[in-house]
């Protein structure tokens, strides 16, 4: 808590200063994070490119797959030709070999035919023995029967043995077509294997892009929480920095009170009557208590703020608002809001806690016209007459409060724009 200088009466002392980061830390801590920064984008680059690289690989790899598929269609389709030709080849070989057994059957009769015939001396051969000849005309008629049976065997021959010609040729053909058949199964099989090993090779491809991409992004994912650390680094400097040049601020303002305070009592001394002095003296007190309140503010500059936060003892968690305190994390931070600020500051003058709410505020204590506003006074903010800000007013045009989500407890000049028509003094 803060204090005068040179006003022992109040019990309070100013607080040490705050850290004073130098103008070196806070430019390295800039370089730093704009060096994290540049690196973060350049790798950026890389991930953006390496992700056109495996979308690249990867329709690569589709189209090694439909190839792979076409490839494994066609093996299939040369494989029934080939399982067809087989099966004709198969047909047409047993009807050669039938065809060759019936000639053989045929030659075989024909030649005991004709064997017979020699051996019993006569044209008339076996025949001789079924029938008797009665006279030389029927001897001739039986000789030309048997020509006819023998020419009509050989005719029989000659027809089995065309059809084996037949038969040949045919097999011939189909063993020409199975040929044919076996060689564009071999073909189409050797293509499968071929589009296969490309297949794979396009999988293997896809893999080690995707593993490329994934390391990039990994690498990109903790330089981003380096830069984050960087630029949470550089920003606390910078607060520390804020934080002491308004701790500097308010001990020069405190000192020049109390110089002009100390210059006041001097010459209400040098009045001295008694009655008069009484009465200074209870205005002093009345100045001790609100310089209290305002030291009892001043304790908490660069607090950060939290909606909802601040009770008498100092900072607390904020709570959810379901909009824009949600989202800067106000209900995890530890802080105060505007009429948390206040309760805190007056806990101790008044022996009792404020309500948490502004508007409630407003009517706590004496309205006064804004233009006789004193230190000590709070000072109210409102839309239609509805209020919805309260600031603690300092003295020289200055005010203390808690101002947004995202800022921290600040000294400002006082803001006359929305600002209520009447003051609220507690004291």
Not at 117 to 132: D, I, N
Not at 205 to 216: C, G, I, R, V
Request: one cysteine or more; proline letters at 3%; a neutral charge.
């Amino acid at each position: 808590m803060l204090a005068l200088v040179g006003q022992p009466a109040t019990g309070h002392a100013l607080p040490p200063p705050p850290p004073n980061p130098s103008d070196d830390d806070l430019k390295n801590s800039q370089t730093h994070v704009d060096a994290t920064a540049t690196r973060v984008g350049q790798l950026a680059n890389q991930v953006a490119q390496a992700d056109a690289a495996l979308l690249a690989s990867q329709s690569q790899l589709e189209l090694k797959r439909e190839q792979a598929n076409k490839a494994l269609i066609n093996e299939q389709a040369a494989q029934a030709t080939l399982n067809a030709a087989m099966l004709r080849a198969n047909s047409a070989r047993a009807e050669s070999d039938a065809a060759a057994k019936q000639i053989d059957v045929a030659r075989q009769d024909l030649d005991e035919f004709a064997a017979a015939s020699f051996r019993q001396g006569s044209t008339v051969g076996s025949l001789s023995a079924f029938l008797g000849s009665k006279s030389p005309k029927d001897l001739l008629a039986r000789a030309e029967l048997l020509d006819a049976v023998g020419g009509a065997q050989l005719h029989a021959v000659d027809n089995m043995r065309r059809a084996r010609v037949d038969a040949a040729n045919k097999e011939s053909q189909t063993r020409a077509a199975l040929a044919a058949a076996q060689a564009a199964q071999q073909t189409a099989a050797e293509a499968k294997s071929a589009f296969d090993a490309a297949y794979h090779a396009a999988i293997d491809t896809e893999a080690a892009q995707a593993a490329k991409s994934k390391a990039l992004e990994d690498r990109k994912a903790d330089l981003e929480r380096q830069l984050y650390d960087a630029q949470n680094a550089a920003a606390g400097l910078r607060g520390q920095r804020q934080r002491y040049e308004e701790w500097r601020a308010q001990r020069d303002r405190e000192q020049a009170a109390a110089a002009a305070a100390a210059a006041a009592a001097a010459a209400a001394a040098e009045r001295g009557a008694a009655t008069a002095g009484a009465t200074a003296g209870g205005s002093r007190a009345m100045a001790t208590s609100a310089q209290s309140v305002i030291n009892r503010a001043m304790s908490q500059l660069g607090v950060r703020y939290s909606w909802g936060g601040g009770d008498a003892a100092g900072p607390t968690v904020g709570v959810r608002d379901g909009g824009v305190a949600d989202s800067f994390g106000d209900y995890r931070k530890i802080g105060f809001d505007c009429s948390g600020l206040m309760i805190y500051a007056f806990s101790r003058a008044l022996g009792y806690s404020l309500p948490h709410y502004s508007g409630f505020q407003y009517n706590a204590g004496r309205k006064v016209p804004l233009a006789q506003k004193q230190p000590g006074d709070m000072l109210f903010w409102g839309t239609s007459g509805d209020v919805h800000h309260v600031a603690l007013y300092i003295g020289g045009e200055q005010m203390i409060e808690a101002p947004y989500s995202g800022a921290a407890v600040r000294v400002t000049s006082v803001r006359y724009d929305g600002i209520m028509p009447y003051a609220v003094r507690m004291l």
